[in-house]
């Protein structure tokens, strides 16, 4: 399983120390992100739905702190390393004629490695370090291979997240100390950290420090401002990186480290995050509505979904688990398929202005049912995945309490707003001239929409197989906490 | 005797102080940084006297001598200025300000 | 394989095959489509007079569990089909009466560029329809009623062309999604309501008397709103109007026969938490009867022809929601059921007169059409909609009068005026179309739009007979058949008989002021095309106003003023700030050697200072 961490980081260092031509670079990369789903697919297959915790590996590291290479896998965390494993090599087989730069898919290599790592790890100063080896080349590729004012984007999203990331260094050496205080021994394990005992008002502290990292990384109201500029200026690569995998990644990170660690605290701050959280779903979709650059739209799209996932963490019980858990995997599909289609998009006809497009389904039906269909699974219609969740959620919600359900309910009205109208003025219409010679999907374009596609129908229509893997973790916590009961 | 030593050891450290402050000509400025090292030197030698311990003496010969080789190098320094600015007012040369 | 599951998935089959065919060999011959258009429909229809067969004889429940849907915690949804009566009931006319409609849409389509897509997404809307009908729990039920509300979006703005045919796909399906909420919030506050495990309707019906009452309230309301979206009653009537943007078939399908009349069904199987609930069902009842009675008065100053028809459906849906109101369940079922034919009949025939005359839809500019097969055929069909007798809207449009006039006579007269103006405008366009000077001949109409029109002439005027009142000595066997949680009405014989020929006599004394008025006359030209009535009473207007504009404004709001403005000003300010003092002490930075020895000596003097003060006390 550390393969699964340690072959994206070597193929980079690789690819960098040889010289090669470009095709090469490409295929290379194809295959090992391909050796690194297919280990994620045999993974799946061997995971046991019934275990919680499992495939751990311990190797003593940095050992007379406490710091250690502790990594395994549950149910919530084999979705995002199954998305991430299978969305890598997608990316480069739908963008194959584009991008013809090394830095490129080294940095992307360099990306999968660190959130690898990330979604794997449980001892907390190998998860920070994780978080940020993928902030790293992220920054780099805005600004080497992004749009517009990407150095301005590039150093205003670094800030951001190192702003974020310093505040969780802290907070984590700060329990590691207090650890050592009552422990009388260093401990970075998640499992270790757990038994420490802190006064309301440090648990507070450093609750707030993980949740400025996590909260910038999703991101949240009000930290959100860095994302709709980020994701116009990133790169494709980058951008369907940072909406399918890293912002779930800081949800996940909530469930995963902050549940974990401060139980009773978040469960006292949970009803303002699911405040917080319903008032993003809505604020986010609402400001959609208004926007004329696609990606942008998207972004806010993503940030609007990220929100419910966030409240369906927070309602604390095992349908809003098992949703946000589901949704976070499906989301990413869907939002993979789409930031590669605005590639696909923009490769043809170099705009990525709403107002610009249209007539789109005349010249090129196929590349219009793929972009309807995946816009449709946005919007979470029913027999796509994203039904699945949202109905899951919406139940937790409802359970939580029902004005809460009433709010988490305006989900399916909220993506309609803005992807109905998107679609009409992109697909629809007659053609002009920048449209009228679009091209329609070609082979390799198809080759890597075809399977998401295929996985969001499965996801939606048989649910149960998947939710299995998921279930049985959740319900252990669910126990474990006893949070499905009210108090 | 020791205090009227130090007395015109501070004058004259205050002296090239000022000196190296308010003037804008470089080698007046210079002539008030070897005014500083005198007044140091002094002050010294004069301590040194007082205790009765010549190892401040040496030092201050030793000051003495590396003044000597500076002056060599400043004029040298002053003749190459000269020759690009044509002028020795340092208001003209703000590169550290790094606007330039 | 069983049968539910082949009638179910033969339209699935026959969508994905057509959407294969179109996507990977465009040049594919039309027939190819039309035969599996057909065979996929026509399946489903031929299973579904066998299960509704089966379910009226032999009383039997069909059953087939096809797999477990989810299965978490407490939640557990199993995808399994159940024809009981009522879904049987609903099988019989839905199934059937698409399958008359592909026949027609094979006519009316011909030699369209896009026939193929046509026809895929026209299985898949059967499909849905299907999977809606025959869902044991309301969460599968759910997914068809979205799935149809997602289709009829594509269908609406299949001439995707012209982006406005798009945006009326578009407000349809906002419009449903807003009852959907509805709707999925009422489903998700009776799961949790429910302590029983599975969410079975059987197992919901058992349940229900451990609610609290406010608590059924709530969740009958919302799921009244949801009907609402998808029967197109006021508020949520606004998309109706402007879906008839898409092909007239869809027009037919859609919004005559199937989709919109899910709202009443979803009511009538829901029919044993409404009998729990009477406020709603008499809010029900007063929605349907001010949708009846709007509808009815916007119709008499609509000009489209297909328009006037979406209006009638909006009326004939307040009909249903009406009987619904009062507790007479299979008496709007049977409404439903004779409204199938008939609506379907006035959309085909409407259509074949579009065709006919060059896509004129304006009665205005379609005077004096000369079409005695097409004129027989609408007349039958409006007759049939004003309910005269013996025509079969007559026995279920009269079951509905008399359970009004038993329940709520404020409702009843608000009905009875509906039912004149239904009269009025329905023969307002058939004499303005049919009886004028002038003179139009338009093309012959295609034996393949003619043929399907004839079965449902038919039933229009003999499905009536299913189900015959006591008072004509019938035995009411469909809504016996039924048997749905009626709530049994007394209307002494003499009194209805009465009722019914009041009703017949000034339905017909309103024909014959239609006919003085409008037929061979140019009433229709001096009628004024603006005010209220015509404008829809401003309805659209107002959720304009009040809806999308507010939306847009606080779209602009929130992303420019706070996103951008508040936010992003307040850290991009913090920057600022650093910059701004950054360069402050840059200044003082000039690069000339004089001032730093300056700040050195200011430094030593400080220092000095500091050293002296704190150490004063040992000198």
Known sequence: MSLLIFLPFITAIFLFIVKMPINAVKSIYVVSTLCVASMAIYLYVHFDPNASMQFIENHSWISQYGINYSIGVDGVSLGIVMMNALLMPLIAIGLYKQRDKKGYWIHLLFVQGGIMGAALSLDLMLFYLFWEVMLLPIFFMIGLYGYGKSNFVAIKFNIYTIFGSLMMLVAILYLAVSYKEQFGFYSFALDDLKNLKLTTIESLLVFSGFMMAFAIKIPIFPFHTWLSDTYRSAPTGIVIVMSSLMAKLGAYAIWRFLFTLFDKTSHQLAPYFIGIGLFGLIFFGISAMNQTHLKRMFALSSASHLSLIVVGFFVYDIYGLVGSSYLIISHALSSAALFLML????????????????????????????????????????????????????????????????????????????????????????????????????????????????????????????????????????SNKEVSHHE | MLKGYMILSIILFSIGIVGLISRRNIIVMYMSIELLLNAVNLSLIAISADLADSSAQVMSLIIIAIAASEAALFMSLFVVLFRNRASLDVNLFTILGGKE | MSTLTILLFAPLLSAFLIFLITVLYSQTKQYVYTFLALMGSGLSALLALYVSYYSYFEKQVLVTHLFTWLNIGDFLIEVTLKADALSSFMLLFVAPVSFLIHVYATGYMNNDKSYGRFFAYFNLFVFFMLLLVLADNPIVMFIGWEGVGLVSYALIGFYYEDVKNTYAGNKAFIVNRVGDFGFLSALMLLFLSIPLGGFSFDNIFLGLWLIDSHRLTLIAFL????????????????????????????????????????????????????????????????????????????????????????????????????????????????????????????????????????????????????????????????LTITAIPPFSAFFSKDAIMSALYAGHIEIFAIAFVTSLLTAFYMFRMLFVLFFSKSEQRGQPTRKSMLYPMTPLTVLCIFAGLLNVPEIFSGNLSVSHWLHLADQSFFVPHTQEMLLMSLNTFFTLAVIVYTYKKY?????????????????????????????????????YFFDKKISQLLIDGTINSMALVYLKVGNLFARAENGNVRFYALYMLIGLVSGFVYLYWSLRSFL
């Open chain 1, 343 to 478: 590639a696909m998009m923009y490769e043809r006809v170099q705009t990525y202005t709403i107002d610009t497009l249209g007539g789109i389904a005349k010249v090129a039906p196929v590349f219009a049912l793929f972009f309807a269909f995946f816009a449709l699974s946005i919007v979470g219609v029913p027999l796509t995945s994203g039904f699945v969740a949202e109905v899951l959620i919406i139940l937790g919600a409802f359970e939580y309490n029902i004005y809460i359900g009433f709010l988490a309910a305006t989900t399916v009205l909220i993506a309609m707003l803005f992807m109905f109208k998107m679609i009409s003025a992109v697909l629809y219409g007659d053609t002009n001239e920048r449209t009228k010679n679009f091209q329609d999907l070609r082979a390799h374009e198809l080759m890597a929409l075809i399977p998401l596609a295929l996985l969001i129908l499965a996801m939606g229509i048989f649910p149960n197989y998947f939710i299995k893997n998921i279930e049985p973790t959740a319900k252990t916590f669910a």
């Open chain 3, 519 to 555: 037929a061979y006359t140019d009433a229709i030209e001096f009628e004024k095309s603006d005010g209220m009535i015509a404008n829809k009473f401003y309805i659209d207007a107002l959720y304009t106003k009040t809806v999308v504009t507010v939306l847009e404004k606080l779209s």
């Open chain 3, 223 to 382: 799921l009244f709103v949801g009907a609402m979206g998808k029967s197109a009653q006021i508020p949520l009537f606004v998309w109706l109007p402007d879906a008839m943007a898409g092909p007239t078939p869809v027009s037919a399908l859609i919004h005559a026969a199937t989709m919109v009349t899910a709202g009443v069904y979803m009511v009538a199987r829901f029919a044993p938490l409404y009998n729990m609930t009477p406020d709603i069902l008499l809010l029900i009842a007063y929605v349907g009867a001010f949708s009846a009675l709007f509808a009815a008065i916007i119709a008499t100053r609509q000009y489209d022809i297909k328009k006037i028809l979406a209006y009638s459906t909006m009326s004939q849906l307040g009909f249903m929601f009406m009987a619904l109101g009062v507790g007479a369940y299979s008496t709007a079922l049977f409404h439903m059921f004779t409204h199938a034919f008939f609506k379907a009949l006035l959309f085909m025939a409407a259509g074949a007169i579009i065709v006919a005359y060059h896509h004129k839809q304006d009665i205005r500019e379609l005077r004096g059409i000369r079409a005695s097969g097409l004129f027989i055929l609408m007349l039958i069909a409006t």
